[in-house]
């Protein structure tokens, strides 16, 4: 589906207003939801524990996730307990039409006429267009958002930086070298400011809280939140264990070598890969490719994870050292410029290149895009770039952006699971505590990080042990939890 900027409406059907590629895909978009919600036990349970309640009663969440089949359990796991949601793609490749189509017709609706919820998600966006959606997504018809869901930080981002711009009276011009995104961004606030000149400020006062899913967005929250700019409360989603240490680590365990073998098929086992950075992220593709037969070597910039990856057996050293050895490169670290363009002329010739962190800006994309080098597309979000100078070419996943999305389908259900229950128990905190919070960025209480954990365990048939009341006493804590303080490093 691609539109051109002045085609950017939204279609309304039955009273609700979206826009996905084929309304025609929701059966196949429900059977696969039905299939997840099999394997997401901790947001069903949630549903039970909480739909008699209503918690979400009055939310109004504008999301910005990844719109995928987990995602739509999410979606409707909020609407069952009393919210009404409004949704958009985080990521121009990463939707799932089917799950798009099926969210927007609902459990009980059809395509003539749907009962459920508005999306604005399509694969294969154009910034444009990606934009426009989360725009969209944040505009309700009558009162504003008053609760955001964010994966990234771009809808916090674009109500806090347009709010901003309208107290000041002006949205500043974009800079000749600027990334093309941030010019998207600046020119759509622009283009609204002229007909809205407090559009943004309203809903900034509306909105109750954050949630973020994701590394990336949590570090723009901390940076809102030191310049004074952020304006409600956060919680930070990601740190949670049962999300940073599972959907992180084991979500990309599973799904980065599903993107490599969808986007090109080549052989792992054997081949010479980098992965660029140690995180929880990094440690999960390690771990991915080392699995499949691959010899690792790992770039870092912090010893103590560049000695975990020595311990776990794996080379560590510097990209410039390592980046004409490799047959398969991997950026996983959150920071911009990791691979340079210099560093792409220097690979193997049709050596394969991904990212697996949030952005496109960890490889130069739009270095390489200015460089001459000629692009030939394979399939979607294949491409192969060859530069003139040398004749060598290389093969770049998802134009840089989210390979384990946009090649493949990202993590699975059963880990998404911990990472989405987690989100349902943060969106109720904010809602329904919302005076004990201030602006400030907030991470989730042990024991609802132990809930979540409890949940996932009996659902695989473990048994936890239980301990006496003695052995509570002993080493100081309640016979139920929480087990470990905070600073305990898992």
């Given at each position: 589906?691609?539109?051109?900027?002045?085609?950017?409406?939204?279609?309304?059907?039955n009273g609700i207003d979206f826009k996905v590629a084929d309304l025609s895909l929701a059966d196949y978009g429900r059977r696969d939801i039905e299939?997840?919600?099999?394997?997401?036990?901790?947001?069903?349970?949630?549903?039970?524990?909480?739909?008699?309640?209503?918690?979400?009663?009055?939310?109004?969440?504008?999301?910005?996730?990844?719109?995928?089949?987990?995602?739509?359990?999410?979606?409707?796991?909020?609407?069952?307990?009393?919210?009404?949601?409004?949704?958009?793609?985080?990521?121009?490749?990463?939707?799932?039409?089917?799950?798009?189509?099926?969210?927007?017709?609902?459990?009980?609706?059809?395509?003539?006429?749907?009962?459920?919820?508005?999306?604005?998600?399509?694969?294969?966006?154009?910034?444009?267009?990606?934009?426009?959606?989360?725009?969209?997504?944040?505009?309700?018809?009558?009162?504003?958002?008053?609760?955001?869901?964010?994966?990234?930080?771009?809808?916090?981002?674009?109500?806090?930086?347009?709010?901003?711009?309208?107290?000041?009276?002006?949205?500043?011009?974009?800079?000749?070298?600027?990334?093309?995104?941030?010019?998207?961004?600046?020119?759509?606030?622009?283009?609204?400011?002229?007909?809205?000149?407090?559009?943004?400020?309203?809903?900034?006062?509306?909105?109750?809280?954050?949630?973020?899913?994701?590394?990336?967005?949590?570090?723009?929250?901390?940076?809102?939140?030191?310049?004074?700019?952020?304006?409600?409360?956060?919680?930070?989603?990601?740190?949670?264990?049962?999300?940073?240490?599972?959907?992180?680590?084991?979500?990309?365990?599973?799904?980065?070598?599903?993107?490599?073998?969808?986007?090109?098929?080549?052989?792992?086992?054997?081949?010479?890969?980098?992965?660029?950075?140690y995180g929880d992220v990094g440690k999960g593709c390690a771990e991915s490719v080392k699995g499949q037969g691959a010899r690792v070597v790992v770039?870092?910039?912090?010893?103590?994870?560049?000695?975990?990856?020595?311990?776990?057996?794996?080379?560590?050293?510097?990209?410039?050292?390592?980046?004409?050895?490799?047959?398969?490169?991997?950026?996983?670290?959150?920071?911009?410029?990791?691979?340079?363009?210099?560093?792409?002329?220097?690979?193997?010739?049709?050596?394969?290149?991904?990212?697996?962190?949030?952005?496109?800006?960890?490889?130069?994309?739009?270095?390489?895009?200015?460089?001459?080098?000629?692009?030939?597309?394979?399939?979607?979000?294949?491409?192969?770039?060859?530069?003139?100078?040398?004749?060598?070419?290389?093969?770049?996943?998802?134009?840089?952006?989210?390979?384990?999305?946009?090649?493949?389908?990202?993590?699975?259900?059963?880990?998404?699971?911990?990472?989405?229950?987690?989100?349902?128990?943060?969106?109720?905190?904010?809602?329904?505590?919302?005076?004990?919070?201030?602006?400030?960025?907030?991470?989730?209480?042990?024991?609802?990080?132990?809930?979540?954990?409890?949940?996932?365990?009996?659902?695989?048939?473990?048994?936890?042990?239980?301990?006496?009341?003695?052995?509570?006493?002993?080493?100081?804590?309640?016979?139920?939890?929480?087990?470990?303080?905070?600073?305990?490093?898992?």
């Amino acid at each position: 589906m691609t539109t051109t900027e002045s085609s950017l409406t939204a279609d309304v059907r039955n009273g609700i207003d979206f826009k996905v590629a084929d309304l025609s895909l929701a059966d196949y978009g429900r059977r696969d939801i039905e299939l997840s919600e099999q394997e997401m036990p901790g947001l069903m349970s949630l549903r039970r524990e909480y739909a008699e309640v209503q918690p979400l009663k009055g939310a109004r969440v504008s999301g910005s996730l990844h719109m995928t089949v987990q995602t739509a359990v999410l979606i409707e796991t909020l609407v069952s307990l009393g919210a009404q949601v409004r949704w958009a793609s985080c990521n121009i490749f990463s939707t799932q039409d089917h799950a798009a189509a099926a969210v927007v017709v609902g459990p009980h609706g059809t395509p003539e006429e749907p009962k459920g919820v508005p999306v604005f998600a399509w694969k294969g966006e154009t910034l444009e267009e990606y934009w426009w959606a989360a725009e969209q997504m944040l505009t309700w018809p009558d009162e504003p958002a008053n609760m955001i869901l964010d994966d990234g930080g771009d809808a916090t981002m674009l109500v806090l930086r347009g709010a901003q711009y309208e107290k000041a009276g002006v949205v500043p011009p974009a800079e000749d070298d600027d990334p093309t995104e941030w010019k998207v961004f600046l020119e759509l606030l622009r283009k609204r400011f002229e007909t809205d000149k407090d559009k943004w400020t309203k809903i900034s006062e509306s909105v109750k809280g954050v949630t973020e899913e994701t590394t990336t967005g949590v570090l723009r929250l901390y940076q809102f939140a030191a310049a004074g700019d952020l304006a409600f409360p956060a919680i930070n989603v990601n740190d949670s264990v049962t999300k940073s240490k599972f959907d992180n680590k084991y979500g990309c365990r599973h799904s980065l070598i599903d993107g490599i073998n969808r986007g090109t098929d080549v052989l792992i086992g054997g081949k010479k890969v980098l992965v660029c950075g140690y995180g929880d992220v990094g440690k999960g593709c390690a771990e991915s490719v080392k699995g499949q037969g691959a010899r690792v070597v790992v770039t870092e910039i912090d010893p103590i994870n560049a000695l975990q990856a020595l311990m776990e057996g794996y080379d560590v050293e510097t990209v410039e050292d390592a980046i004409g050895q490799a047959d398969i490169v991997i950026t996983a670290t959150g920071n911009k410029d990791i691979i340079t363009l210099e560093h792409m002329k220097a690979m193997k010739d049709y050596a394969v290149l991904g990212n697996i962190g949030h952005f496109d800006n960890e490889i130069q994309v739009a270095q390489l895009e200015r460089s001459g080098a000629t692009k030939t597309n394979i399939r979607p979000q294949v491409d192969v770039w060859t530069f003139k100078d040398s004749g060598k070419s290389i093969i770049l996943l998802s134009e840089g952006r989210l390979l384990n999305l946009g090649n493949a389908t990202g993590h699975p259900s059963f880990v998404m699971s911990n990472s989405f229950s987690n989100q349902v128990i943060a969106q109720i905190e904010l809602w329904t505590k919302n005076d004990e919070y201030d602006n400030e960025v907030y991470r989730l209480p042990k024991h609802l990080d132990e809930k979540v954990a409890r949940i996932h365990v009996e659902a695989l048939g473990g048994k936890l042990t239980k301990l006496t009341k003695e052995q509570a006493e002993y080493i100081g804590v309640d016979v139920d939890g929480p087990y470990k303080a905070d600073h305990y490093r898992y």
